[in-house]
Each structure stands twice: as C-alpha cells, then as structure tokens.
C-alpha cells in the first residue's frame, strides 16, 4: 500500500518521457513542417526584447557608471606609461640591453635627448611622478634637469648630466627607470604586498620600517572578522526578539533597529565621538561613579577600539535583518518537536533551531563583513592612526600622493580578497543557501 | 479502559482552568481521565480550547488552576522534555536540516542511547510505518503522507506511552486520510500506547476513537464512545456538531420516566425521550437523525405520533436518497433512506406523514 501513495514512481515516469522527445534529434517539428526548436525561439523572441528593453536602461546605467571606471581605474594598477610614453628613446635602450647592463653613453645620450624632448614638451613632471612612486624624491631631480638642458645640452652626456646632479649616477634610479620604461608592471603589486625589485631584479622585501600593507591588508581582515562577530552576538538576540514578539512590539523595535540605518553616517560616527572621547559622556559617568580615577580616563576612540564600536553599531542592521527574516520563517513547532522528543530548551536550540537561522547568518556575516573590508569614513574619524584600514590606505594614495596605480593595486587586492572569500562561502556554504530577506 | 476512577486513571486533568489574558478562561474547569491504551479523542470547533488541553498535556502551556496527573504523578511543574510524550504535530515538524534517519534518531540521541541501539529501533519504527528505504531522504523531499508516516515514527520511536497527535492528518486529501486513519488505529491496537488526538472532523473522531471528548466553550459538553455520541447526544451542541441533525423547537406536554410529549409551535404532539429537561411546560429542542424518519406506517412502532409533511425536493445521491421536507413550518427537515430497488420515489410537493421510534428523538435543551 506504501507504493499507491509514492509519488516518486510517477515522476521517474514523468522524467523518462521528457528525455525521449528531447533526445530524438531535434527532429520534433510543428503541424505546419517547421522545426520545433525555430518556431518556439520565434514565438518567444518577442517577449525576451521587450524585456531586454525594460531592463536597457539599467545596463546602460551600470555599464557606464561602474563597469567602464572601474576597469579603467583597475587597469592603472598593472599599465603606467608615465615614462614609457615621454621617454621613448631611453625606452628603447632599455628593451636593447639586458638588466644589469652598465648605462653606456648611448643611455646617457637617450635619456639627455629625452628629457630636453619631454621638457620643451611639458611632459617632465608626469615622468618625473612616475619614477617618484618608486625612488622618493626624484620628481624634483627631473624637472630641475629638464630645465637646465632645456637649455641646451653638450657631450659626452654622462659627465654633462651628472654634473648637473650626480644623483642621476644612483643605480636605483636606473632601475627604476627599466622598471618603467614598459608600461606593463606589475611592481605596483609587488608594493601593495610590501615587495620591491631588488637592482638585480629580484623579488624582496622591503625595509621593515616601510612594511605597511600587509599590516593593513592583516588588520582590516581580523577587525573585520572581529566586527562580524560582534555584530552576531549582539544581533541575534535581537533578532530572535523580532521574530518571536508579537506584531505590535515587534514593529516598535524593528524601528529601533532601523532608526541609525536612516541616520547619516556622519551623524553616528560624530555621536560616537561626543560619547567616547576622554571628556566625553561615558568617561564622565565612569568617573562620577568612581568606576575610574579622573587620570584614568579610558582612551576609547581614535583607535582600534573606537573603529570596532561605532563600525559594529553601523553594520547590526546587516546582520539582523536577513537573520530576522529567516528566523521568522521557522516554525516554532520545530523547536516544540524537539522538546517533545526529549531535547532541553539548550539541546533544541543548537541542534534544532540554530541550525535553520544559518542561511541567515551566512547572509548576515557575508554582508557585514564585506562592507566592513570596505568601510573607509569611519576607521578615518575615530579610528586614529591604529584604527586605519586598508581603505584610508587606498583614499591616501587617491587624494594625497596621487598615485592612483598603488591605489588601483591595493584595490584589486582587495576586491580579489573578497572574490576569494566568497567563492570559498559558496564552496562551504552555498550561495543559494544565502537568505537576504 | 474506561475507567473513570482517578487512582487508575493514566492521564488525569483536575479542575485544569486556563487563561491566556487573565480576562477570559479559555479552558473552564476541565476534569478529565483517560485510562491507559485508550485512544481519547478531542473534538471540537476551532476556539474551543482543545488544542489548548493538549499543549498543556505536553508541557508547551502552563495550566493557570489545577492539576493534571501523568501516571499518576502530577507534571504540571515537569517540563515538556522529561515528560516522555511523543507528538505528532499539524505540520509534522520534521527537523527540514536532517535526513529522516537523523530526525528518527534525534530523540535517541537526547536519551544517550548508543549508536546500534539507535540504529536498531530507527529501523525497526521506519519499517513499521513501511518507510525503511526513505530512510536518507529530507523530509522536503517526502510526499506529505510520507512526512505523515515519517512523523508518527518519530514520535513513537522512543516508546512512550502516550502519543499525543495534534490535528495530523489535516493537510492530507480525503483518500489519504481515511488511509492514515487505519493505520494509526492499527498502530494504537498494536503497540498498545495511549493517544490522545485532537481534531476538528467528527467523521475523523468517530472512526478512530474509544472515547471522544467534545469541546465547546472551553469544557466537555459530551465524553462518551462514537456509538453513544452520534446515537444519544446530551444536548444540542452535541447533536448538532456530530452528524446531520434535525431539530424541532416545542415545549414539553408530558413527562413520565423516560417518555415525553412534546407540542411543536405549530400545535403536533410527537414523541420523544428526555434528556436534559425536567419538568412539563419546559421549553426544549428534540433531536432527531435523519436516517432514523420515517414515512412508512408500517415500519413506525405500534402507538408513535406521526406528524404531517410536504416533500420540498429529493436529492439523488448513490446510496441515499435525501428528502428535504416542510415539517411544523420549518422546511429544513431532512430525511434519508436507503436507496433499494423497492423504494419508494418521492415527488416534490407530495404529502406524505412522517414520524420515528421514540427513542430515537432526543428532547434536549432549547439553544
């Protein structure tokens, strides 16, 4: 009697009969003699345009506004012709002769002749903020030399430009100039991971005291990983709450939880300063209960530890919300089963309710911790100099040294980072198992 | 097994009140005993706390007044995971993150039981309900009878003595349900557990039950077997909620013993038992089963009271044909009969006399 009511022997059937007819060679066709596959292709294509029509203008949107600067912006961290372009001739000496080749006249001859064409041409300073990135200071050495031999230029060149400024004798600087005179390099990631080229060309580190990306890359990883579970150990309850109270109070927290989602970034990090900092409210109150001497007043923010609060209290909302909306879907018969099968209110928990709220939580922490791999404004207010991250790293090399290549660099890292971490989500997880809300 | 007596009863309820606002009772002093191995079934409408009994019996709701005994020992202090009760929910609640091997050895498992134990007796509670070879499929992958099956296995693999069921066979078709239900009397026979079974389809409660108690308003109207339930209500709710249910409103014009005459409003006397009416002149309700009329005075025992009635029309409905006939000014008055070769054909407007053995009409108490 089991077998009257298995549904599976029907669908087994069901399963063979669609692969018969989609296995005979296309061969199907329809009353009128036409293959089958056409005219069910015709019947629809005028359905798929109109919604590729609906969606055209968002593609266009997106296409425009992110796709093409982003990748321009990315492209800039492994192609730079700041030198290659303005310094054609030293170029080509450079591709002639291999590493290690001691600069003959013909060099010096190139690079003279080049930097009096890039000087009448106005092209030094670009040139000289390209070799800048690499050897500091070595901006000023080019523009100073443009304009001398702008002025005009005898041989042998070697003597003459070294007379100018020995500098340019610095085997560093030549170098970097090899380094540059291809356009492709990828010496700006070999930077953003703390590596240098050494004058033989290998791959080293560079001097400790200039290690800071990696730090930073180290740093923004495990405050992000340390916000993610705060964030799930404050939120969870929280969203039990929300899903287990009824409508009306339900609703009155859900705004509670909402009201900093809809108050300006600005706003909340601002109050977190009136609140943490050392004359500020908390330190106040700890002091007035004797909690902490007046000399001991806690140094809260502009650190790691103001990032992690006012960062955690930006990203709860992430996590709450999609692991509110799975749990609201549990039913709660499933922990009453549990019980009834002679689990205590602990053991249902974990084998049986907490297991449920996971799609949730994946969600949750994916989100929260991608956004705060990313966060930039906050750690630059209150985090202070031990509470940067790679992002106020990125921003420093937009808006202050200009070099958008290093930026581009730290960037894709990044992005690569978060790529890597989600594919090894969907390997452990599932991305379908991901419950947004 | 029916035994009423409180020391021997299995489950016993004492003067359970419960309220969930503190305004009103949902549950007004129920006092309840099953005996042990019975199969009691609570029936009622929606409201009508049922279902609220029976979360208490588990231990999901607190009784607000009174005891209720398991064994004899009272547990309204235990809480639901030591009372060993297994139950079978609406929704079956089959744990959606484990294979149907796992949700069967989950209770095992909170028990401490070792791994070949448990593997034994999931086997043994999946072949009962003929399920073994489902046995790694998700429940999201299981027809709903299969969930059905796969739920009541759960909840009888840890052998407890009392199963309670909540409503569980209401998400199934008609066929699938008539067939559930044979196999939870067959399993119920077999092991000789106690179930408790709350529902809301009386047909559901008939079939299944040694006993069915029927909720309204908070408390019993009727504990009894089906037979004496469908065939002897003791008031008018229960009349009407169990069956189809013809009523006519009259006041008492005799009483003596267990015979009454009753005067309808339109002036007929007809015959009919007391039951819940005490006194002449009182105003009452006399029930009668349409199966039981009658409109042939040959079949009528010697003395009844036949009353007028006009055919208003005959359905046609295979085994039965149903008359729906004017009686004492009110033509909702039905009447079956058999559908022999014999029969005879009633025409719409026909007049005919009809009436029943008294035993057979109830008077009961005016809604």
């Known amino acids: 009697m089991a077998n009257a009511l298995d549904p599976h022997a029907a669908i087994a059937t069901t399963a063979g009969g669609l692969t018969d007819g989609g296995l005979t060679d296309g061969a199907l066709r329809t009353a009128d003699g036409r293959p089958l596959v056409r005219a069910l292709a015709r019947s629809q294509s005028l359905a798929r345009r109109r919604a590729f029509l609906l969606v055209l203008p968002l593609l266009a949107f997106i296409l425009i506004t992110f796709v093409v600067p982003i990748g321009q912006m990315l492209q800039r961290s492994f192609y730079n012709d700041g030198f290659s372009a303005h310094m054609p001739q030293l170029s080509q000496w450079f591709a002639g002769n291999p590493r290690g080749a001691e600069p003959d006249e013909a060099a010096w001859a190139a690079l003279a002749a080049d930097l009096q064409a890039s000087a009448e041409a106005r092209t030094i300073g670009i040139v000289g903020t390209r070799i800048n990135y690499d050897v500091p200071g070595t901006r000023s050495l080019f523009t100073a030399t443009g304009r001398q031999v702008r002025r005009g230029i005898e041989p042998p060149y070697q003597a003459a430009l070294l007379e100018i400024d020995e500098d340019w004798g610095d085997p560093a600087l030549w170098s970097a100039m090899r380094e540059a005179s291809s356009p492709l390099t990828g010496n700006f990631y070999l930077a953003a991971l703390d590596r240098t080229r050494a004058d033989d060309g290998s791959i080293q580190q560079v001097e400790e005291r200039q290690q800071v990306y990696v730090m930073l890359f180290m740093r923004t990883f495990w405050l992000s990983l340390v916000i993610t579970v705060i964030t799930f150990v404050l939120g969870f309850p929280v969203a039990h709450l929300l899903a287990t109270l009824p409508m009306r109070k339900s609703n009155l927290l859900m705004i509670l939880v909402l009201l900093p989602f809809w108050t300006s970034l600005l706003v909340r990090t601002t109050s977190w300063m009136v609140l943490l900092q050392q004359q500020g409210v908390i330190n106040d109150i700890l002091t007035w209960l004797g909690v902490i001497g007046p000399d001991g007043r806690l140094q809260m923010i502009y650190n790691q530890t103001g990032t992690i609060i006012a960062m955690t209290h930006i990203l709860l909302p992430f996590m709450i919300l999609p692991l509110y909306s799975v749990m609201r879907t549990i039913n709660p018969s499933y922990v009453r089963a549990a019980r009834s099968l002679g689990a205590t209110s602990w053991t249902a928990f974990r084998r049986v309710y907490f297991p449920q709220t996971l799609p949730g939580l994946g969600a949750g922490a994916l989100l929260v911790f991608i956004l705060a791999v990313g966060y930039y404004i906050t750690p630059a207010l209150v985090g202070g100099s031990s509470g940067q991250l790679i992002s106020n790293m990125i921003a420093m090399h937009m808006t202050d040294t200009l070099n958008w290549s290093m930026a581009a660099a730290l960037a894709a890292l990044l992005l690569g980072a978060v790529l890597l971490l989600y594919w090894v989500y969907d390997r452990m997880v599932g991305i379908d198992n991901l419950k947004l809300g | ?367």
């Open chain 2, 1 to 367: 097994m029916l035994d009423d007596r409180h020391g021997d009863a299995f489950v016993a309820f004492e003067h359970v009140q419960k309220s969930y606002d503190g305004q009103t009772l949902v549950v007004k002093d129920l006092n309840l005993s099953i005996g042990k191995g019975e199969f009691l079934t609570m029936l009622g409408p929606s409201g009508s706390g049922k279902t609220t009994c029976l979360m208490m019996l588990a231990g999901f709701e607190t009784a607000t007044h009174g005891e209720i005994r398991l064994a004899g020992r009272p547990i309204n202090q235990v809480p639901p995971h030591k009372r060993g009760i297994g139950m079978v929910f609406q929704n079956y609640a089959l744990f959606p993150h484990m294979t149907v091997g796992e949700n069967l050895s989950f209770p095992l498992e909170v028990r401490g039981m070792s791994k070949s134990d448990r593997e034994a007796r999931v086997a043994r509670a999946l072949d009962m309900v003929q399920m073994g070879r489902f046995i790694n499929r998700r429940p999201a992958q299981l027809s709903g009878g299969q969930q059905q099956r796969i739920a009541l296995a759960r909840a009888l693999v840890f052998d407890p003595e009392l199963v309670l069921m909540d409503e569980p066979l209401g998400a199934l078709d008609k066929q699938l349900r008539e067939h559930m239900q044979f196999e939870i009397k067959h399993l119920h026979e077999r092991l000789g557990i106690t179930v408790v079974y709350v529902t809301h389809d009386q047909g559901e409660a008939l079939t299944m039950s040694d006993r069915v108690a029927v909720f309204n308003d908070g408390r019993i109207q009727q504990l009894a077997a089906p037979a004496d339930l469908y065939e002897r209500p003791e008031n008018s709710f229960v009349a009407q909620f169990i069956g189809e249910n013809n009523k006519l409103p009259g006041t008492i014009e005799e009483l003596s013993g267990d015979k009454a005459l009753v005067r309808l409003a339109t002036g007929e006397v007809i015959d009919a038992t007391p039951v819940n009416v005490t006194a002449k002149g009182q105003q009452t309700l006399v029930s009668i089963r349409p199966e039981r009329v009658e409109f042939k005075p040959e079949m009528m025992p010697p003395g009844a009271h036949m009353i007028g009635a006009t055919v208003v029309d005959v359905i046609y409905m295979g085994d039965i044909l149903r008359a729906r006939l004017k009686v004492a000014g009110s033509d909702d008055f039905v009447m079956k009969m058999r559908n022999t070769i014999g029969q005879t054909r009633l025409e719409p407007g026909q007049r005919i006399k009809v009436g029943w053995h008294p035993a057979d009409a109830r008077a009961l108490d005016p809604v």
